[in-house]
């Protein structure tokens, strides 16, 4: 039995290792994702053949609640609320390694992991680090909930001697860890709870709406760090694996993220990013100038009388559904010989991937994607660049303004083309706070209105 356990669960970790190989590209996502559900469902039946026969109706129930919401939730999801979903997720990982451990801490002969009264030092190594990321998780990824879906401000919120506090938080929780491991003592253990669920607010609240995709990746690290730990907990070799991966993954990604913005990944784990003043400052430096208005026919006349056109979608895209709308413009630009790309900035939306998802589900054909680092290098030769909901990706501010929160960020350069066409509801900021000073450049025309109608009449226009 033990044998047939191992190799189920030797199969289940390959096919989380396809997975994640599958999902790192849109042309195999579909294929990474069906390894994943492969994987979960061994996982699972492997896992239910070694529970009594007592306690499957409990699990029974469990799986059945769980299942049925998840479901309801799949199916009712926004993609616009995706970002949110993913962070609420995460924080019931979290949460879940802080009860595992708190049961475990509570009843250690249920687990194995006492002689006597006395719990093994290794268990208590790993219960100590479990529940200690497992909170940070669960708190820190409410807050990212939060400001996502805008119970709280998006803005950072910054207080004195913020930095220094989180140290000595950090420093008393290595020193609850030691007390726990050396005395097993119950204060010991809470104390760690208590102390990490604050510092997972007090990590998140500092980092401000633009850098949220670097702190959805990160906070999805962590989680996987805590399933790792309740693997070890358990003395479950999948759930190890699964944290592992999931974990090393996770942290991979932040690095490409941060790298993709020019930020410092430790300014991600301390809580360094955000700065309330920069964005007051970049609005402060452009005053009351005139920006170029147009029409959905002025941009048809432009697009339609373009060789080259660059697509960059932002969130506007998504929170207005106008993927499908866009793919049919593009379309009859492309009848009439025009060459049409997408460019897909790093950070593009609020979470990693967020354009490429919904590109996708347009089915706009992969290879007229284009990441950062592959299309910057054409703006200088693109007839037009049509912006479609994006800001802080596309702001020189990034460039020119050291007082900007996003100064130093690598953005897309479509302020080179010889016209931008710029969609947008109104002259708001972006979700970074900070206006954006191409508006008002002279090459720039602003179509104000919602994103799908404008590129719908757009269409009409170019079939006139």
């Keep these: 039995m033990t044998s047939l356990v191992s190799l189920a669960y030797l199969v289940s970790g390959i096919c989380f290792i396809m997975a994640l190989r599958g999902l790192a590209s849109p042309v195999t996502a579909r294929q990474g994702n069906m390894f994943g559900i492969v994987g979960m469902t ?13 306690s499957l109706w409990f699990i029974a129930i469990a799986v059945a609640l769980g299942g049925a919401i998840g479901a309801v939730v799949a199916r009712n999801i926004k993609m616009t609320a995706l970002p949110q979903l993913v962070a609420a ?15 475990a801490f509570t009843n250690p ?10 719990i093994h030092i290794s268990s208590l190594i790993e219960m100590g680090l479990g529940v200690a990321i497992g909170a940070i998780t669960f708190s820190g990824s409410l807050v990212a909930f939060c400001k996502l879906q805008g119970l709280v401000s998006g803005k950072p919120l910054v207080f004195k001697f913020q930095h220094q506090l989180n140290l000595a938080l950090g420093i008393l929780v290595l020193l609850l860890v030691v007390w726990l491991i050396l005395g097993q003592s119950p204060y010991a253990f809470w104390s760690i709870v ?21 702190v959805i990746s990160m906070l999805n690290s962590y989680s996987g760090w805590a ?6 907990t358990l003395e479950n070799p999948l759930l190890i694996i699964t944290g592992a991966l999931v974990g090393a993954s996770g942290a991979i990604l932040s690095y490409i993220m941060c790298k993709g913005m020019n930020r410092s990944i430790f300014n991600v784990i301390l809580g360094g990013f955000g700065s309330e003043g920069g964005a007051g400052a970049a609005v402060a430096g452009l005053g009351d100038r005139s920006v170029k208005i147009g029409s959905a026919e002025d941009a048809g006349f432009i697009l339609k009388n373009a060789s080259t056109v660059v697509i960059v979608p932002g969130y506007g895209m998504a929170v207005a559904q106008a993927q499908h709308a866009l793919r049919e413009m593009a379309d009859h630009l ?21 354009m490429n998802v919904l590109l996708a589900e347009a089915n706009v054909p992969y290879d007229e994607v284009m990441e950062l680092e592959e299309i910057n290098r054409d703006f200088g030769q693109t007839d037009v660049a049509f ?25 897309l350069d479509v302020e080179k083309a010889k016209t931008v066409l710029f969609i947008k509801r109104s002259m708001a900021t972006g979700y970074a706070g900070v206006e954006n000073e191409l508006f008002y450049r002279p090459n720039t025309m602003m179509l104000f209105g919602d994103a799908k109608k404008m590129c719908e009449e757009i269409v009409k226009a170019l079939e006139a």
């Design 89 to 103: 997720f995460h924080s019931l990982v979290g949460l879940a390694a802080v009860l595992v451990a708190g049961a």
């Design 42 to 54: 061994v996982a699972i039946i492997t896992t239910l053949c070694l529970v009594e026969a007592s």
């Design 109 to 118: 002969g249920a687990y194995g992991i006492s002689t006597g009264d006395t």
């Design 227 to 232: 399933a790792a730990a309740t693997g070890f």
């Design 387 to 411: 912006v479609i909901g994006a800001n802080d990706v596309t702001n020189p501010a990034a460039k020119t303004d050291p007082s900007s929160p996003i100064f130093g960020m690598p953005i």
């Design 334 to 354: 492309k009848k009439a010989g025009v060459q049409v790309r997408y460019a897909i900035h790093p950070v593009a939306g609020r979470m990693p991937g967020h």
């Design 194 to 214: 208590a102390v990490t669920f604050l510092l997972g607010f007090l990590l998140i609240l500092p980092i401000g709406g633009a850098d949220m995709p670097v």
